[in-house]
């Protein structure tokens, strides 16, 4: 009887089965396909439109050297990236030759940032602690954030939340 019922279920979940319905349905509305003529185009104009996926994404020239710069801007006002990092993150933009790359940079320099005033964050609440008696360790682990490059804001945060927690 086992054997049946989990036949059974496995034919329901093959058959594209809803779950807990009971209702089973050979053809969802998003993958309803009609035939060769598919929403009034042939499937041959959609192999063809398909064809060359770029063709609907080229940009001007001038249009893409708007977007570089207005992310260079924004990166320029991020106040906690040094000037070297800001110039990193400015030359990776340069050398794109397709936009859609930017954001993505752009998002890298913001978390970025974002990582250098969460440190800071934890690094003045530690500082201000009564608990800590010396604040050479602190000192020590902003000084590495801020001046080795190998050593990001994310892994003093974590130094940080150790001391602290050795603190408890």
């Not at 054997?3 to 349905?25: H, Y």
């Not at 998002?107 to 010396?134: Q, T, V, W």
Request: charge should be positive; glycine fraction near 6%; hydrophobic fraction near 30%.
């Amino acid at each position: 009887m086992k054997k049946l019922v989990l036949a059974g279920a496995a034919a329901l979940v093959l058959a594209g089965a809803v779950a807990g319905t009971g209702e089973v349905r050979a053809n969802s509305s998003r993958y309803n396909y009609t035939g060769w003529n598919q929403g009034g185009y042939s499937w041959k104009y959609l192999r063809l439109r398909n064809k060359n996926p770029y063709s609907r994404r080229t940009l001007t020239e001038d249009y893409s050297d708007q977007r570089k710069n207005e992310a260079k801007d924004s990166i320029k006002e991020l106040s906690k990236l040094s000037d070297k990092e800001k110039k990193n993150f400015a030359d990776r933009i340069d050398a794109l030759t397709d936009t859609y790359a930017i954001s993505s940079i752009l998002s890298e320099a913001k978390n970025k940032n974002n990582d250098y005033l969460e440190f800071d964050k934890k690094y003045n609440i530690l500082l201000n602690s009564s608990k800590l008696k010396s604040q050479a360790k602190v000192q020590e682990i902003k000084d590495r954030v801020y001046l080795d490059e190998g050593y990001s804001a994310q892994q003093g945060i974590n130094e940080l939340k150790r001391l602290d927690n050795s603190l408890n």
